[in-house]
């Protein structure tokens, strides 16, 4: 927000001069009118071809595209400039070399813009219609290509949006960019809102660039509109809100282009992921079921030197994604390889994604056997917790750091996930199933193993420290089970000097 801020604080320092010229158009000859099919230009992506949605007799029915706008051929940039205020706003098409210089302007004479606000008028068509055919509600929406949560469509653009956050401006703003970084989309946050009760059944719901923009830029048909079956269903008491249904990535191209140059780099540029004991364990007995759970706090965290970034691109017709390590020395990406896999969590409470292969929870008996195991085993990393600030490539302030984590929503096209050296992810297991049940256990000595990086498909420096146990005593009857927690080498987590909010 703060790089946003100064260019925004930029732009409108400008205006003071009330008169600006128009960089001047640079045009080759081999680049063609406007609308040439050698400029950068966009597409669409949905994320759900079925859905279910639920209308209620008090606020009708809400209903959303699950689609993005992608550029296609290199970035996607225009330009907005007024010469004075006195001036209609002229957009332009710009090229930028690899360097980030312009290379070419192409102005765009038939596009009319009034309102900097809006961004694009008039740009997208969302049309729902019943099993008729008939339409029930088709309107456009003006469209702002600047979005703060932008999502990558693969890696072959930069790791982070260098475009503005956001369209809003001063009302003395004389010039904007619009656009859509290489490899990134815009999700098409527009809502139609139907105010009576419809017939439950299927309908359509589409959405569509318009024939405008179309031609202006060139879009293939199959990447200008795409269309969602929608089942409606009215809300009673027994009803809930039904889970979107799958994707359809088919024109995402992500996979492939996401597979290719990897590359693993040396420890340098490694991670190292340790587990630490459990803590803030307890004995939750349930009266009403007879059940008892051992629940406690796991953290595992990232001893460097560099930071552990993982990364999910959609997968076709899959609530999966794949997953990639992504390698850093000195804050410049150095490599990269697959490394499991992400998948949406849709248990109340969580409904976002998740990362598959961090880490595990067991519970050992005296020999040190398994004799329960926790089923949390997917995690959106964070740094939760400060670990160790002194270790080499410490972060001290990973929330304001460019690489950050973002767990996302069911329709998102991608994942970026993020702990930081020196921080630790700390989870709690306090629900059933996530934590252990004893209830049938004997009493006597257990371990609570907390194992990193179970299966190894994270690249790290080490795995000599991806195991941690806390020794603990279970005692008491059944159905009224407690824990006894010796300290760990003379700390004491479960006292009330040490004990967090887990306990």
Known sequence: MRTSRRSFVAIVSTAAAITIPLLAATVPASAGSSGTS????VRLIGTQDQMTVVQTRRNGLYVSPSAYVASAGGAFELWAQRASYSEPLVVSQVVRQRDGDVKLIQPLPDITVTDLRHGLPEFLRITFTNSKGEAIRDRKYDFCPNDYRGQRVNDNGPENQTYPEMCYTNPFTVGMIWGIDRGWATQVRRYLHIHHLLPEGSYQLRVSLTKFYRDQFQVAPEDAAFTTNVDVVTKSSTTRTAKIGRSDLRRSGQS????????????????????????????????KSGRSYIRFGATVWNRGPSPLVVEGFREDN?????????FYRDGDLVGKARAGTMEYDHADGHEHWHFRDFANYSLLNAEKTQVVRSTKEAFCLAPTDIIDLTVAGASMRPWLEGLGTACGELDSLWIREVLQ???????????????????DLPNGKYFVEVRANPDGRLYEVTDANNVALRKIFIRGPAGDRRVVVPPYQGIDTESGDNCSFLC
């Open 38 to 41: 050698t400029l950068p230009s």
């Open 256 to 287: 492939s282009l996401t597979e290719a140059r990897s590359t693993v780099p040396g420890p340098d540029a490694l991670p190292d992921i340790a587990a630490l004991p459990a803590w803030g364990i307890n004995v939750d007995n349930h009266r």
């Open 318 to 326: 899959t609530e999966i994604m794949k997953a990639f390590q992504y």
């Open 421 to 439: 050296t020196g921080w630790g992810d700390t989870y709690a297991q306090y629900r059933p199933g996530q934590s252990f049940d004893v209830t």
